[in-house]
C-alpha cells in the first residue's frame, strides 16, 4: 500500500470554499461538537461557498487537513482553550480524571475561564 506524500496547498480550492470549510470546523471544534456534528457543519459551509457536491468526500478532509498542517497552532487553538477550560472546570469540581462518559460531566457555567 503506497502513502499519497504529496501535500495539497490550500490554494488548490477557491478562498471562499477553503475559508468557509475550514472556519467552520475550527467553530464547531472549537465550541463543543461531537465529530459528526462539525462534519455536517462543514459539508453544508463547503457547499453553501460554493464547492463541488461530487468532490465533497475527497476534498474537505484534504481542505481540513491542508490548514491543520500549514496553520496548526491557530486552526487547533479554540479545541486546546476549551479542553482547558473543561479540564480546570472538572478538577474545580474535584472530578478529576473524569469520568469516560461525558453525559456525567456537571455542566460548565458559560462564564467559567
Known amino acids: 500500500m503506497s502513502a499519497n506524500t ?5 490554494t ?7 475559508k468557509a470549510t ?3 470546523y475550527r467553530r ?13 457543519a462543514t459539508r453544508a459551509a463547503y ?3 460554493g464547492g463541488d457536491p461530487a468532490e465533497a468526500g475527497t476534498s474537505i478532509p484534504e481542505i481540513i487537513g491542508a490548514a491543520a498542517r500549514d496553520h496548526g497552532e491557530w486552526f487547533w487553538r479554540p ?9 480546570r472546570w472538572l478538577k474545580h469540581c474535584g472530578i ?14 458559560d462564564d467559567f475561564r
Open 6 to 10: 504529496t501535500r495539497t496547498p490550500l
Open 28 to 40: 464547531a471544534k472549537g465550541g463543543g461538537a461531537e465529530e459528526q456534528e462539525a462534519q455536517q
Open 47 to 49: 457547499l453553501a461557498a
Open 12 to 18: 488548490r480550492w477557491s478562498r471562499e470554499v477553503a
Open 22 to 24: 475550514v472556519l467552520t
Open 96 to 109: 478529576w480524571p473524569p469520568p469516560y462518559n461525558r453525559a456525567l460531566w456537571p455542566p460548565m457555567p
Open 79 to 87: 479545541l486546546a482553550e476549551r479542553l482547558e477550560r473543561e479540564e
